[in-house]
């Protein structure tokens, strides 16, 4: 990907918008930001990490993770270093058995840690 056009949304199926809200607490202000995101197929974006610097939210460019808007744990616990990379750990998970994004948190994170450890 040459060029990089972060949404805070993404069209979905039969017409509907998502967007993956992520909530700060800055100077004592509760501040909700939609997560910039680049979509990559039926439900599914790759997303920068949003944290929080001081007064400021920084967007990391250096730091992606998979995305999926059907899911209760919608943003998978891991980051890697370029979109390109989120999107090859969409496919590790999309075929691993027995796991899917309608799966525990726990049996999430477990996928996670187990998917960092053999890398």
């Not at 509760?30 to 439900?43: E, M, Q």
């Not at 944290?51 to 920084?58: H, N, V, W």
């Not at 808007?69 to 075929?95: G, N, R």
Request: glycine share 10%; charged share 20%.
């Amino acid at each position: 990907m040459n060029t990089w056009s972060l949404d805070g949304y993404a069209q979905l199926g039969g017409g509907s918008i998502g967007s993956i809200p992520q909530t700060f607490t800055v100077e004592g202000r509760t501040v909700t930001i939609d997560r910039p995101l680049i979509p990559v197929g039926d439900g599914l974006a790759v997303g920068p990490k949003l944290e929080l610097d001081g007064r400021s939210i920084r967007v990391r460019l250096d730091q992606w993770a998979a995305i999926c808007f059907h899911a209760a744990v919608p943003v998978l616990p891991l980051t890697v270093p370029t979109p390109e990379a989120a999107i090859e750990v969409h496919k590790a998970f999309a075929s691993t058995p027995g796991i899917d994004w309608n799966s525990s948190a726990a049996d999430i994170e477990l996928w996670a840690a187990n998917f960092v450890g053999r890398r």
